[in-house]
T-cell receptor
């Protein structure tokens, strides 16, 4: 079945630093890929998604490019803010089907 | 996208009692919903798939008689934690599966504390 490997955390950065959180996957075909974010004490929110190869998903300054040649969907942001502190989940290749999440990456941004 | 609500947002109960958590899809009908459990500082664990009009499908290791799921309508699924114990304390999150958007939409979660 489909699976995902996500960079382990926790990750601690200073404000305005560059962020990369790695995510690689295995899948049959070329499914949609997702990044979810969970702020402290809250449920999950969709951060961004890409529906086909070479697509770039973007939202709130975050970007991720669906790269089928490396089966990766790394999350990047050029200048992080304190408000970006959260847990980030790269969701396995899926759509509306059952999702089995990886461990998540806890990000802390210090002022 | 879809808006998903959960009620209550938090609940505290005594050991041995049962607690019901509701998950509602406010603007779409959903034949499929999912229930997840999350321990502090850990990832989400899928507990079961809730199917409207039929029995839920439970993941391996999840006790069906402990976590009762009812999906009686296209907008409501309920999770009942029966005879709750302190180890059932957790953050429970539901999601709605919508083929139209080819993605899932998550509720805000319910924090259960069993004393």
């Amino acid at each position: 079945g489909n699976s995902v490997t996500q960079m382990e955390g926790p990750v601690t950065l200073s404000e305005e630093a560059f962020l990369t959180i790695n995510c690689t996957y295995t899948a049959t075909g070329y499914p949609s890929l997702f990044w979810y974010v969970q702020y402290p004490g809250e449920g999950l929110q969709l951060l961004l998604k890409a529906t086909k190869a070479d697509d770039k998903g973007s939202n709130k300054g975050f970007e991720a490019t669906y790269r089928k040649e490396t089966t990766s969907f790394h999350l990047e942001k050029g200048s992080v803010q304190v408000s970006d502190s959260a847990v980030y989940f790269c969701a396995p290749p899926s759509g509306a089907q059952k999702l089995v999440f990886g461990q998540g990456t806890r990000l802390t941004i210090n002022p | 996208g879809a808006v998903v609500s959960q009620h209550p947002s938090w609940v505290i109960c005594k050991s041995g009692t049962s607690v019901k958590i509701e998950c509602r899809s406010l603007d779409f009908q959903a034949t499929t919903m999912f229930w997840y459990r999350q321990f502090p500082k850990q990832s989400l664990m899928l507990m079961a798939t809730s199917n409207e009009g039929s029995k839920a499908t439970y993941e391996q290791g999840v006790e069906k008689d402990k976590f009762l799921i009812n999906h009686a309508s296209l907008t409501l699924s309920t999770l009942t934690v029966t005879s709750a114990h302190p180890e059932d304390s957790s953050f429970y999150i539901c999601s709605v599966s919508l083929q139209l958007y080819n993605e899932q939409f998550f509720g805000p979660g319910t924090r259960l504390t069993v004393l």
